[in-house]
């Protein structure tokens, strides 16, 4: 084993991966949606009794502080559907519901304004916008819905938009042909193999983030280097069957290899090939995207 797989091997051990595993799709344990009337007050003491304080729920804040965990949980609730469109968001009540100063309510809305998720305006206050105004290319955004009810459309959503965008960063990765980059790639599939063979998901997960990430940058597109957070949220939240790189297999790895093969060769359409067969290793996403064809 390198030097390298052996270090991100033993770090991943050590270090909590905020990433989920089979068993992880309900870490955030939305409330269930109840019969409210959408345009009036928050009905906060209908949601999760479990948000009562922020502080209580640090695991799925994943370390952050106050104003970021406030964030996560009405993001979580406007995602979620307990907060619909058009609630009004009255900052007094957030900061006694959550117990939390009228400083870190401001900042946290704020936030979410920026993400589309909440407007304020003069004379009508703060209310949650619709979907079709939310920046659903914020991996914060990505990640709740992930693990909110519409789990199954994000992931699909995810997966149609990686089988249009890692094909061709393949391909073009191809013709740059930097053997720095090829090792690091190389070393990345190193590092899978190791942690398949022991169980190890978490480090497994880390070198796939990074192989695709580097793939997508290296490609010389920087509108597609752009987008390379939306591969890493979508493989941050992957947890059930929907492409090759969900779970450590054989068959992934196996297509990783084949990659970082058609890169060494310079053979463009080999590493595109390679691509989408490993994005379609489960049946699962053949109702999604066609598979690719044999020449």
Request: with cysteine; proline share 5%.
């Amino acid at each position: 084993m390198s030097t390298l797989a052996h270090t991100m091997m033993t770090a991943a051990r050590s270090a909590d991966s905020g990433l989920a595993g089979p068993g992880d799709l309900d870490r955030y344990p939305y409330a269930e949606a109840h019969v409210v009337d959408r345009v009036g007050a928050p009905a906060w003491e209908s949601a999760d009794p479990e948000l009562g304080r922020v502080g209580r729920r640090a695991a799925g804040s994943r370390g952050r502080g106050l104003h970021g965990q406030l964030v996560q949980q009405l993001g979580q609730m406007i995602v979620s559907g307990d907060l619909g469109a058009d609630r009004p968001l009255v900052p007094e009540e957030i900061g006694q519901r959550f117990e939390v100063s009228r400083t870190v309510v401001r900042e946290s809305l704020r936030v979410l304004e920026a993400k589309g998720l909440v407007s304020a305006r003069p004379n009508v206050g703060t209310r949650v916008r619709p979907v079709s105004d939310w920046n659903l290319l914020d991996p914060d955004i990505i990640e709740w819905r992930a693990f909110g009810p519409q789990r199954d459309d994000q992931r699909r959503e995810l997966s149609e938009l990686r089988w249009t965008m890692e094909p061709l960063a393949a391909r073009l990765a191809a013709g740059h042909g930097r053997e720095d980059v090829q090792q690091r790639l190389a070393d990345m599939v190193e590092i899978m193999g190791h942690a398949m063979g022991q169980g190890d998901a978490i480090t497994f997960s880390r070198a796939d983030a990074e192989f695709h990430s580097l793939l997508i940058q290296v490609a010389g597109n920087r509108m597609l280097e752009h987008l390379s957070g939306i591969v890493s949220a979508a493989l941050q939240v992957s947890g059930g069957p929907v492409t090759g790189c969900d779970r450590p297999n054989e068959a992934s790895l196996a297509h990783h290899g084949r990659i970082v093969d058609a890169l060494g060769a310079g053979d463009g359409a080999a590493a595109e090939s390679a691509m989408r067969q490993l994005l379609t290793v489960h049946p699962e996403v053949e109702r999604v995207v066609p598979a690719p064809r044999e020449h």
